[in-house]
Each structure stands twice: as structure tokens, then as C-alpha cells.
């Protein structure tokens, strides 16, 4: 597929970045004065020997840059992958909303997205268990508007004024800055046994939606429910969710351990190839909207940011969608220096009170001070909107632009009274006038004290094979914690949830559950310290099952962008292999050809055949399935190979499909798929149809019975 160039040059802030991009080819090389420069290599020396001048000005320039090219990381989601794309709308909602994008059907708005991890550096692996970050950048006709969500739908805690604590404890621990992008550690857990209010969101972290297959097949939610307001002024909660085009899929955390360390840029790699190859990642946009007056139905609090709500109760609504149809052209000055800040809405649409909303209009802007050095970074190119600006702000630091005239205040007449105020009907933005009757108080609303109806709705809701892997998921986790207490605090904590759960953990770590059950909450777990946290209330089932919350649930069916390693040597069929390619290279899948070596190999007819990768520089774990051609030169060659032998079965214990021809039998013959053969995945001699099925279906999760036996 090609890359769609007329796409890309029609989005304005494509045509806006162009005026700042810079390209040396064929330039002279200069200093930043513009000053020619014909020796790069050497310093300026009194003598052929040194001692190096102080005069060195060429020196003193390209030394004194190099000093100064880091910016902090930052505080959160460091490590994370951008691309630039847009948004198109499918229907008018502006019985909902008079936000511009969503009401006008014939734009393409521009969007910057930003994928992330959470707790690991800006060089850490994107196979984390971890949460991830879904950042998007609407550049609208109205002004930016910032969707700051991530690839879960409720969030750790329920007030700002907790996310220094829940940060410092995922983060490595301070004394020794160990573990890196992980929170398989004392300090984390230690915060969330006492803090009841994270288990929802831990619960999805253990779950497979924490070790994504690819940025393009995770779901993105907004979390927080806002105010979508219309002409008239109405107001409607929304929730906002992203639904990827290509299904929700993930890896097992065996291939994710596997993966951090044969490609630790797996995820940014699978992002940049895409948009590359012209498979453009899409996510429709989807709403749930409720009424204002239905705001106190529900078993929850919408302002709680660690609450869902079910699908099945208010069905999303699927509005428009998102494509990714650039890579960046420098990630330092777009995907680094990208700044994101809920704070950023337009006419049309408004915050709620979700405390921890409130809290984050702060610290976003507050970060990017000194992150991006003061309070011009909305003049970075990939952070200025579309529109025009103008206002009385001046100065600072990094100040890039001119503004004229004598005056910088308003009222004024010297300039004639500009700029001026916007008059409603040139759409000047009117927070909504929401009615409030209250104390001021610091506390917490008792309707956010439900902290386990959710995780145990979400749990019932997994299908046997993504449950299996939560008990994994929490006997790795707590297994890797050094304290008795903190893992009991945890049992005790996971009970709540279900307690076959928390007793195949407690199996897993050699304890018991805690049997103080009918203690009162805070105490079992030593919270009771703090008066203002409420007492959780007890697990309520209002809903006995979320179909939605599962991943099987998903709906696809398609094989665009898999990679199929493809195991040949010289005197492959190649009739089998282009049979398959046909097939499958059309509906966009990546036959990526595994030789013993690089360079090319030759088919049985006599054809050359580039090599992707040598078996010397991949992994099983980098592919989706496994193809193996017939050809006797060519399977007796790699049958040598070991490391072929542990390549089948890998794909074999993560549950992939395999297919082979002819001789490529006696290749499974010798792996620990010969007693498999039967495996309903395992394909012998037949046709691509069935291969092609189970590559879309992405695992054979049946085949999770066997295995723990694969000794790989
Ligand atoms: Fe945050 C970055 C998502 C709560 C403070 N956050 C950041 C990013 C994402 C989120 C995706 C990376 C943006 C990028 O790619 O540049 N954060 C969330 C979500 C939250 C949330 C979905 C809850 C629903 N965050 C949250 C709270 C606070 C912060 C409660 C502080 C009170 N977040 C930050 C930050 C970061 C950030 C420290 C680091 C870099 C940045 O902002 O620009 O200010």
C-alpha cells in the first residue's frame, strides 16, 4: 500500500510544521551564525600538540550545544511514540454539542497522538506491564483541544492531591533506583493495600490490557466524565472511548519479558513500520452521553474517575474516526517536546468536578515549565494551533515571536482597544454555569467509597483464559515483593474481588489468605489512620457481567499488518510460499522470510528471495504466526539450526499458528509440537483459508492447557 501523500500534505498543521522544518541536504555546513565552516574534526591548538585555545570559538559552539540537548524526561509516561494523523466525523451531534468537531461533518481535523508507558524512563522497554498512556492533540478551527486519556477506562485514585504518593511508590524505589518500568516492587504495593480506592485500576493492570500486542490494537479512554454543551447551553455528561480498528489484542507476559530484551522498541518500531508501509492505524471515536438529570441513577458517582460505566448500560455511541497517517519528522522537537494539558477544550465541551480532573488542569502546565524551560512552549512548533493568537502576555523566556505596538493591557484605546474581546457569536468560550450550593471542605464524597463492585464486575467479566492470566499477573507481582505483610495486606485486599482469585495467589506465594474478613476494612489492611478516608463500602453486583470488558469480546477480523515469519533456506517451494503471500500480502499482512543467514536464498525454481532477518538476529517472539514451505535442501538445513527448533516452539507455548507443507512436518516432528499435531491451530497441508482465520482470531488460547509444559 502506498503512503498517502495527498492526505498528509491536506492537513494545515502538516502545512504549518513545513515552515519550521529544516533540511541540510546539500547545504554547506555552518555555524548558528550562518558562518561557513570548513574543519569539524579539530580543535584550535597552540601548537600541532595543544594546548587546546580558549579562543575556539567553533570549539566552544558545537561543545557548549551538545552540553545542553537534554530537557527533562518526564515526570510520568517519559518513554512514549508520536505520530500525526486526523479526525473525521461521521454525524452531526449538535443536539449534544457546538464543539466544531463534532458538529461539522466535512472537516478533517489534525490530531498529534502520543502513545506512552507510565512509570518507566524515557529509555526503558515498551513491553512493561504497565498502563498506557493515549494522548491526542485535536488541532480544531477553534482552538487546541487536548484528549489526555490512556488504553484503561478508570484511573488509580479519586483526588489529585494523591498522585505525588501513587507515583513515588511505582517509581524505582528512591534509595537504590531499582526496578526500572515495573511495579513488581515493595514500595507500590505497600501504597495500594492501604489505598482501596487503586484496586480497579490494578486489576486492569493485571490483566493482558497492561501488555498490549501494538499501539495500533489498544483501546483509549478519556476516563473522566465531562461536559459536552450545546447552542443552547445544555449540558450532557460524556465519556470518550477510542476503538481500534484492528481489534484489542495483547502478548503474554512470557513474550513480554522476552520481548523487552530482543526489542525493547517493539511498540515504537510496529508504529513507525506501519505508517511507513501506508497501514494507517485507525480508531473510531465512540461517546457515552448521559443526560444531565440521569446524574445520580447509577450505583456509582460519574465524578469518581475510578469508576467505569458499563456498556451495557450506556451503550457508546461511535461518532468519527481517527487515522495516523505521518511518522514524525524529528522526534526531539515533536514527540518530546509535545505538550499535553487537560486544561486545553473548546467552545462545546467542559470539565466536570471530577476531583481528580480539577487537580490535573493544574499540573500539566505547571510541568511543562520546567520541562520545556518557561511559558512560551505553546510557541514550539508541534504545540501552536492552527488558529491565530493574540493577547496581552509578553516576554519570558524563549520568546519567538514579535509582538507590535505600544500597548499590552486591556482595556485599552493607545491600540485600539485590541485585541478585543470575542462576542458570543464569534465564539468566545463560556464556562458552564453549573449551580453551585456547598461548604468548603476537604474530604472525600462518601459516594466514592465502592472500590471493589467494579474489579470484581471486571473480573467476572474475563473469559478463563485473561482471569488465568490476572492470577499470574498477581502471583508474579507480589511474588517479587520482599515484605509478608504487604503480600498478605494484598490477599486480603484481592479477596474482595473473588476468592478462588486470592487463593490460587496465596498458593502461588506459599501463604494464606487472612482470615480477619469481618474486621472492618480499614483496619484488615492498617488505612484506619487517616479520618478522612471513608470506610469502603461492601462489594455490591448491580451488573453480574460486562461482556465489553473482555477482549475476546472484540470485533475483528482481519490480518492486516501481522507478521508471519516465514522459516526458509535454499531450495524452498516456492509454489507453497507464493500461494500464501498472495493471499495473505493482500488483505496486509507481512510475510517476513528467516534464513540461516542474510543476503538472499534461492527457491526451488531458482528464484532469489531477499532475506528480512537472519535467525541469528530475531526472535519467535517478534511474530505473530509461523509458516514453514515444504523443500527437503531447505528443511534439512534449518532442522540443524537449534535455534529454529526453540523458535517453533515458542510460537507454540504463546499460542500462535503454524502452518506448514510437505517436509516442513518433520520440522514440528522435531519440536514439542510432534505431540500436538492436532492442535487445532497447527495447520498441515491445508489450505490458507484456515491459516489465514486463525492469524485474524490472533491466539489459539485453548492451546493455554499445555503450555506450561513447553520447556522454553
Ligand atoms: Fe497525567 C502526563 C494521562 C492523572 C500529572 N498523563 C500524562 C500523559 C498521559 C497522562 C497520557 C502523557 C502525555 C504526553 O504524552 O505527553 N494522567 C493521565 C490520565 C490521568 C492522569 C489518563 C487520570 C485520569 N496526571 C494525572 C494526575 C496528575 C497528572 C492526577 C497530577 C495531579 N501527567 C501529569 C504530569 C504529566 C502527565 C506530571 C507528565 C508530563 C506531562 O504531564 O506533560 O503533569
Known amino acids: ?136 492533540k485535536f488541532y480544531t478551527q477553534e482552538g487546541t483541544w487536548d484528549l489526555v486519556g490512556n488504553n484503561m477506562p478508570i484511573f488509580f485514585i479519586q483526588d489529585a492531591m494523591k498522585f505525588p504518593d501513587l507515583i513515588h511508590a511505582v517509581k524505582p524505589e528512591p534509595n537504590n533506583e531499582i526496578p526500572q518500568a515495573a511495579s513488581a516492587h515493595d514500595t507500590f504495593y505497600d501504597f495500594v493495600s492501604r489505598t482501596t480506592e487503586t484496586l480497579h485500576n490494578h486489576i486492569w493492570v493485571m490483566s493482558d490490557r497492561a501488555i498490549p500486542r501494538s499501539l ?19 449540558s450532557h455528561f460524556v465519556k470518550f472511548h477510542w476503538k481500534p480498528k484492528l481489534g484489542v489484542h495483547s502478548v503474554t507476559w512470557d513474550e513480554a519479558v522476552k520481548i523487552s530484551g530482543a526489542d ?16 494507517y492505524p485507525e480508531w473510531e471515536l465512540g461517546l457515552q452521553i448521559v443526560p444531565e438529570e440521569d446524574e445520580h441513577k447509577y450505583d456509582f458517582d ?13 451503550p457508546v455511541k461511535i461518532v468519527g474516526k481517527m487515522t495516523l497517517n505521518k511518522n514524525p519528522e ?39 515549565l520546567s520541562r520545556l524551560g518557561g511559558p512560551n512552549f505553546h510557541q514550539i512548533p508541534i504545540n501552536r494551533p492552527v488558529g491565530e ?53 476537604r474530604t472525600r464524597s462518601e459516594s466514592f467509597s465502592d472500590h471493589f463492585s467494579q474489579p470484581a464486575l471486571f473480573y467476572r467479566s474475563l473469559s478463563s483464559w485473561e482471569q488465568q492470566h490476572v492470577m499470574e499477573a498477581y502471583s508474579f507481582e507480589l511474588g517479587k515483593c520482599k515484605h509478608k505483610d504487604i503480600q498478605e495486606r494484598m490477599l486480603w485486599i484481592i479477596n474482595q474481588i473473588d476468592y478462588e482469585l486470592a487463593n490460587l495467589v496465596a498458593d502461588n506465594l506459599g501463604l494464606k489468605v487472612p482470615k480477619n474478613i469481618d ?126 527448533i526453540k523458535f517453533i516452539n515458542e510460537a507454540f507455548k504463546h499460542c500462535k499458528a503454524i502452518a506448514v507443507h510437505d517436509e516442513g512436518e518433520t520440522l514440528l516432528d522435531a519440536s514439542f509440537v510432534k505431540e500436538y499435531k492436532s492442535d487445532e491451530t497447527v495447520f498441515i497441508n491445508s489450505d490458507v483459508k484456515a491459516f489465514r482465520d486463525a492469524i485474524a482470531k490472533h491466539r489459539n488460547w485453548n492451546r493455554k492447557a499445555v503450555i506450561d509444559q513447553v520447556p522454553v
Request: hydrophobic letters at 35%; charged letters at 25%.
Open 519 to 644: 474486621k472492618p476494612i480499614n483496619q484488615a489492611i492498617g488505612a484506619d489512620a487517616d479520618p478522612n478516608i471513608h470506610e469502603p463500602s461492601k462489594k455490591k453486583i448491580y451488573l453480574e457481567k460486562s461482556p465489553a470488558l473482555s477482549q475476546t469480546k472484540s470485533d475483528f477480523d482481519t490480518v492486516a499488518t501481522r507478521q508471519i515469519a516465514v522459516l526458509a533456506a535454499d531450495g524452498f517451494n516456492e509454489n507453497h510460499y507464493k500461494t500464501l503471500a498472495d493471499k495473505l500480502e493482500k488483505e496486509g499482512a507481512q510475510l517476513k522470510i528467516i534464513a540461516p543467514h542474510g543476503g538472499t536464498i534461492t527457491g526451488d525454481s531458482g528464484t532469489a528471495y531477499e532475506v528480512h532477518e537472519s535467525i541469528m538476529t530475531t526472535e519467535s517472539v517478534l511474530y505473530d504466526a509461523i509458516y514453514i514451505p515444504g523443500g527437503e535442501s531447505s528443511v534439512a538445513w534449518i532442522k540443524k539450526i537449534k535455534k529454529y
Open 302 to 314: 460519574l465524578l469518581d474517575p475510578t469508576k467505569l460505566i458499563p456498556e451495557e448500560m450506556v
Open 1 to 136: 500500500m502506498a503512503k498517502d501523500k495527498k492526505l498528509e500534505s491536506q492537513s494545515e498543521k502538516i502545512e504549518q510544521l513545513k515552515t519550521f522544518e529544516k533540511d541540510s541536504l546539500g547545504k554547506v555546513l555552518t555555524t548558528n551564525q550562518g558562518l561557513k565552516v570548513n574543519d569539524t574534526n579539530n580543535s584550535l591548538k597552540s601548537g600541532e600538540r595543544g594546548s587546546t585555545l580558549l579562543e575556539d570559538f567553533l570549539l566552544r559552539e558545537k561543545i557548549t550545544n551538545f552540553d545542553h540537548e537534554r530537557i527533562p524526561e518526564r515526570i510520568v509516561h517519559a518513554r512514549g511514540s508520536g505520530a500525526h494523523g486526523y479526525f473525521e466525523l461521521y454525524e452531526n451531534l449538535e443536539k449534544y454539542t457546538k464543539a466544531g468537531i463534532f458538529t461539522d461533518t466535512k472537516r478533517k481535523t489534525p490530531v498529534f497522538v502520543r502513545f506512552s508507558t507510565v512509570a518507566g524512563s524515557k529509555g526503558s522497554t515498551d513491553l512493561a506491564r504497565d498502563v498506557r498512556g493515549f494522548a491526542v
Open 389 to 441: 493568537t493574540h493577547n496581552n502576555q509578553r516576554d519570558g523566556h524563549m520568546q519567538t515571536e514579535i509582538p507590535k505596538g505600544q500597548t499590552a493591557y486591556f482595556p485599552n484605546s493607545l491600540g485600539g482597544g485590541c485585541p478585543h474581546l470575542a462576542k458570543m457569536v464569534e465564539g468566545g468560550f463560556h464556562s458552564y454555569e453549573e449551580r453551585i450550593d456547598a461548604k468548603k471542605i
Open 216 to 234: 495500533r490494537m489498544m483501546e483509549g479512554f478519556g476516563i473522566h466524565t465531562f461536559r459536552l454543551i450545546n447552542k443552547e447551553g445544555k
Open 330 to 368: 524529528n522526534f526531539f522537537a515533536e514527540t518530546e517536546q509535545v505538550a499535553f494539558l487537560p486544561g486545553h477544550i473548546v467552545p462545546g465541551i467542559d470539565f466536570t468536578n471530577d476531583p481528580l480532573l480539577q487537580g490535573r488542569l493544574f499540573s500539566y502546565r505547571d510541568t511543562q
Open 264 to 279: 525493547s522498541d517493539f511498540h515504537r518500531r510496529d508504529l513507525w513500520n506501519a505508517i511507513e508501509a501506508g497501514q
